[in-house]
Nanobody, 121 residues
Framework: QVQLVESGGGLVQAGGSLRLSCAAS????????MGWYRQAPGKQRNFVAG???????NYADSVKGRFTISRDNAKNTMYLQMNSLKPEDTGVYYC???????????????WGQGTQVTVSS
């Protein structure tokens, strides 16, 4: 099993920035990619961004151009730099372990505890 621990969430005004981190441990060799999902109150959990071990990335259309996903393979840590935040970005952000191929991220059922991001108007 893989363990995922997120950090970096908080309260920010619209137009501001936050950087989320996810530290992975355990059976990370079973996965070649990591990603971020988010869930707003009363909504489904939706894909945000994914990254392969080699650095290939994939983003949801709603965040492309504003968010940047990256990873440090030596530290087994993934990051999400969020700029130009909007109120609709508000939600719980979850780290996920999965696979990446054919230019797409596919999440598996391995999740962190989540970190709250709140963007005020």
């Amino acid at each position: 099993q893989v363990q995922l621990v997120e950090s970096g969430g908080g309260l920010v005004q619209a137009g501001g920035s936050l950087r989320l981190s996810c530290a992975a441990s355990g059976s990370t060799f079973d996965f070649n990619a990591m990603g971020w999902y988010r869930q707003a109150p009363g909504k489904q959990r939706n894909f945000v961004a994914g990254i392969s071990s080699g650095g290939s990335t994939n983003y949801a259309d709603s965040v492309k151009g504003r968010f940047t996903i990256s990873r440090d393979n030596a530290k087994n840590t993934m990051y999400l730099q969020m700029n130009s935040l909007k109120p609709e970005d508000t939600g719980v952000y979850y780290c996920n372990a999965g696979t990446f191929y054919s230019g797409r991220y596919f999440g598996h059922d391995y999740w962190g505890q989540g970190t709250q991001v709140t963007v005020s108007s």
